[in-house]
Structures are given as structure tokens and as C-alpha cells.
């Protein structure tokens, strides 16, 4: 997004470039990377990267709300309501359309939000191969930078450190997913794995006694004291996974994030959000009354996954199959503006995701990371994308600032 950055970047590269990107990408991932990696960096302004992330924790500070978090509540399903749930999760994402308001400026507008995991050590390990490929190009700047909230490498590392592994030995915590090495996130998983010293491990290596839990490696019997929950619920009531034990029931185990909180922040809390970046947002089962025009809306479930069931263009016949069913929201179309030009001279429009951590006893949490998609397609994703380069999954980054003279 950054004009002079981008005419640069797009007038030095060639197919042969992202190649030789994907070699080295995979490389250090130590796996194939199984999902679209986008031709491109995001380039960061100044005064757009401040007013995203001035939105997203305006956001997160309105989710925060003690009283909010009471209001969702009845929004857990019995049978996940789970003991010892802290104040705030230890990870979230917003994710933020961009748009331009009406002076033409760039702008987010809110299109999801989850109190759940992403791909932390995936999008660190993203960035320093795009910083690598640019370091190659003598009309790019040298250093580059990925961390926000004014963190550098070092504490970034160390909140994530906290985060995800509390005070245990990692190899007493586990990323627990159920089917982690066959993963779409797999390539996540394995640098967390290798960085933070946290294995992903699925439910049934997984060994009862009452209420504690224990694994087995090289032949070890090791007691599980910590989850890197990674279990998406959406997934797990679509297999119908055997679990070694209920979410209802008291465990003695530490949960990040606890798993109450993919139900309080998610894509329900939209509709009581009040900010100007959030869109109106109806539940269909609460429509006072629907518009004749529906050119200016989407139909949305309310519990989706990687944009399940999602209608972009709903007629009053596709309102009408599913009225009275109470997990659908009728939400104001979002304008994803093209942000950039492809080389090939079409627009490319943008996702950000603000990725938020917070290790156990921090009051706030911190805004760290950023995951980017791009799109040429209808929607974001890959079944809108198919067969389409310069898009897929991406990052936004910054030249590092010149040293003090």
C-alpha cells in the first residue's frame, strides 16, 4: 500500500522470484506449505498501519468490558461451559476489511473477530523470507520490520513464550488440534514446535487418571499441565471427535486460550459492537424488517469456519430458506477496495488480521502480529481465488527505521 515501495517491487519481479521464495520458505518451514502464499509483502504506512491498529484495539478494549463479556455468556453452549476461565482469553484476532472513506483514504472495516489462536509462528517465520528476497534487491531498503506495539524480535518472542507455554516446561504443554500433522496450519504448528519446545499432539495420544492428563513420547510417560488449545469447535462438532474427556467438566489442566472464548468473541459480538468500523449486523431470526434491495448485504452463519455458507449476493429466496433459524445475521456488504495494482495491472484487495496476545497476569492485551490475505476474487479464500496469482496468505511490513545520525 505503500505507492513508492510497491512501484518498486512489482517493476522487479518475475515468476522465477516467487519460486525461488517458496524454495526458501519451505525450507525453513521443515514441510510443505499446503495452502496459496501470495507473489507479494503487504508495504505498511505509517498512517495506515496506526489507524488499523488504533481501530483493532479500540476493538478489543469494547470487547474487554467486563459487563460485555457477562452479556455473551448465554451464548456457551452448556456442554462447553468449562471451569476456570480468566478474565481475558490469551489470543484474538480482528480482522479488518480495507476500505477507503470518503476522502479516499484507507480505512478498516470489521468482518470477523475470534478470541482463538492463529498462525504466530508461521507469519514471524513469513516475514523473514520476504525480508531475505528484499535483501537480495539493491532498490529495496535493507531491514524491515513485522512487530507492533513498538515490541522488538526478543520481547516479541517472549510474550508468545509466556503465552503459549505459562511457567511449565514446554514439553509439558501440548498444541492440541484433532488431526495436527494433516492440517491445512500444519507448517504453524511445526515452528512452534520448534521454537517454543510445544509439541501438537491430537486427542486420542492423549491418557486419563481422574482429572489429570498425560501423553506419551519415546516411550515417557509426560503429565500434561498445559493445552495451546487449537481445536477449532466448528470442526469437532462437524467429525464428531471422541474426546478423552467433556469441556464441562473440571480438569486439572490449564487451557490457552479457554475454550469459553470462542463462543464470548466471535462473530455473535458483532452485533453489539458500537464503532464506526463495524458494520450493522441483524440476526435474521431478530429482522424487523428485511430490505427490498439486498444488493448491499451479505448473508452470513453465525458459526463458520474459513468462510463456510457465506452468500455474497442473497435474494429474499435464500432469506426465506433459512428464516426462523436463529444462526444467520443479515450484515452490511463490506467494500473491499483494491488496495495495490498486480503487475498485471489489476487490483488487488485486502484482508488484515491483527493478531493479539496475552500471557497469564498481563490486565491487557497487546496487539503483536499482523496476517494478511489478498484477493482478486469475490471474496477473500481459496475457493474465490482459484487459479489467480497474487493472492493467497501474506504480511505487512515496514522498512526498519535508519539509525539515530
Known amino acids: 500500500m505503500k505507492e513508492s515501495l510497491r512501484a518498486q517491487f512489482n517493476a522487479g519481479w518475475s515468476p522465477p522470484d516467487h519460486k525461488r521464495f517458496m524454495r526458501e520458505l519451505t525450507r525453513r518451514m521443515g514441510c510443505d506449505v499446503d495452502f496459496t502464499i501470495a507473489e507479494t509483502p503487504v508495504f505498511w504506512p505509517v498512517d495506515v498501519r496506526n489507524r488499523f491498529s488504533a481501530a483493532a484495539d479500540d476493538i478489543v478494549a469494547l470487547l474487554s468490558d467486563p459487563a460485555f463479556v457477562r452479556s455473551q455468556e448465554c451464548e456457551i453452549p452448556e456442554r ?14 480482528i480482522d479488518f476489511a480495507v476500505s477507503r472513506d470518503q476522502e479516499g483514504q484507507f480505512v478498516p472495516r470489521l468482518v470477523e473477530l475470534q478470541g482463538f489462536p492463529s498462525l504466530y509462528g508461521f507469519q ?28 522488538d524480535r526478543y520481547q516479541a518472542f517472549a510474550l508468545l513464550q509466556r503465552a503459549i507455554v505459562g511457567d511449565h516446561d514446554p514439553e509439558e504443554v501440548v498444541l492440541l488440534d484433532l488431526d ?83 463462543f464470548l468473541w466471535s462473530k455473535q459480538s458483532m452485533l453489539h459492537l458500537d464503532h464506526p468500523c463495524v458494520p450493522t449486523t441483524t440476526r435474521l431470526d431478530h429482522l424487523q424488517e428485511t430490505p427490498d434491495d439486498l444488493s448491499g448485504y451479505v448473508l452470513k452463519p453465525l458459526y463458520s469456519f474459513a468462510g463456510l455458507g457465506v452468500n455474497v449476493d442473497p435474494t429474499h429466496a435464500d432469506l426465506a430458506k433459512v428464516a426462523g433459524h436463529p444462526g444467520w445475521v443479515l450484515q452490511e456488504k463490506v467494500d473491499y477496495t483494491p488496495a495495490f495494482q498486480s503487475p498485471h495491472g489489476d487490483g488487488v484487495k485486502v484482508e488484515v488480521r491483527m493478531m493479539f496476545v496475552r500471557p497469564d497476569g498481563d490486565e491487557k492485551m497487546t496487539l503483536l502480529l499482523n496476517l494478511v490475505r489478498l484477493s482478486r476474487g469475490k471474496m477473500m479464500g481459496v475457493d474465490f481465488n482459484r487459479n489467480l496469482d497474487w493472492t493467497g496468505a501474506s504480511v505487512g511490513i515496514w522498512p526498519e527505521d535508519p539509525p539515530p545520525a
Open 124 to 151: 514471524i517465520q513469513l516475514a523473514d523470507v520476504w525480508a531475505t528476497e528484499l535483501a537480495r534487491r539493491r532498490d529495496m531498503p535493507d531491514a524491515w520490520r513485522l512487530f507492533l506495539s513498538g515490541k
Open 180 to 262: 495436527p500433522h494433516h492440517q491445512k496450519t500444519y507448517p504453524d504448528f511445526a515452528v512452534t514446535q520448534r521454537w517454543w519446545g510445544v509439541d501438537p499432539v491430537a486427542p486420542h495420544e492423549l491418557k486419563r487418571d481422574g482429572k489429570k492428563l498425560y501423553r506419551v513420547k519415546d516411550g515417557k510417560t509426560i503429565r500434561v499441565r498445559r493445552f495451546y488449545h487449537r481445536i477449532v469447535l466448528d470442526e469437532l462438532e462437524s467429525t464428531q471427535t471422541q474426546m478423552p474427556f467433556r469441556f464441562d467438566e473440571e480438569l486439572d489442566v490449564e487451557w490457552a486460550p479457554h475454550p469459553e472464548w470462542w
Open 80 to 93: 462447553y461451559r468449562s471451569p476456570g476461565r480468566g478474565a481475558l482469553p490469551n489470543f484474538a484476532q
